[in-house]
């Protein structure tokens, strides 16, 4: 039985994942959740979900992070900035026998690079807003490691996608739409890599690190849509025209970003060996699962 516990601020899609797979090995989990409604789906999880936003600081502090010996923050930062730091950072910087701190970030921290790859040594220049809250909060967690000496660790991430959230949902709820902008790539990344990546991180703590999470095929978004409607054995979307597709101005923003993101340091510092290296391996893994339930 392990002696580990983690406390995740943002019980959500990829914290749920990596809940999973340390549950199992005998953690002690525990976390936020934003309202009441999810608090018994997190219960099933064998999970003890508190409530948190920044309006709502944990009730109690002391008592929700006793003896945690792993913290992870999901939480996105807003205009206001991150929230877990803005009410709680005081509170965490004062918790002793902390072994690892992970912040997920985003690799929109790099901003546009007119497709051209990018590592970890390359100095973010985020284009859009979003990118620049989170670079803005990364900065706020890593004040922690170098002036506090906390183990935190950033982790930025491409598109995330897995069951429940993949081409397939969109596919079948009719909003999948093939946008067809001449030399656009995205990198993705499976949600049970992240939880994988982030439990070697665990194993081999590295405080300071900073570290990309993305396949191997950074790929045309169409490309995926398409290859996910052979899957299930339909005719994919009509290609449409990037400036004719209606796009809000969130998906805009996406689309505003190319970039290709390097992953090797992830597989040669922590030995990580991704188990969807592309989203042909993912997509297939998830139908799979699908159908065998």
Known sequence: ?????????????????????????????SGTSRSESDRPALSCL???AWLFERERPLADFSAALAGRTHILSSVPPNGLGDPVLAVHGRDIAGLRGLEWVGYLSTTGVYGDRGGAWVSETDEPRPTGE??????AAEAGWLHLW?????????FRLAGIYGPGRSAFDSLRAGRAQRIDKPGQVFGRIHVDDIAQTLEASMARPR?????NLSDDDPAPPGDVIAYAAELLGRAPPPLIPFEEAGLGEMARSFYAENKRVRNELIKQELG???AYPDYRAGLAAILKHERAR
């Open 46 to 48: 064998g999970t003890r």
């Open 1 to 29: 039985m392990s002696n580990s516990r983690l406390f995740c601020f943002g019980l959500g899609y990829t914290a749920q994942a990596l809940a999973r797979r340390l549950a199992a090995k005998g953690w002690v989990i």
């Open 130 to 135: 979003r990118g620049k809250r989170r670079l």
């Open 207 to 211: 405080p300071g690190a900073v570290y």
């Open 272 to 274: 990580v060996r991704l």
């Open 146 to 154: 170098r002036d506090l000496e906390l183990p935190v660790h950033i």
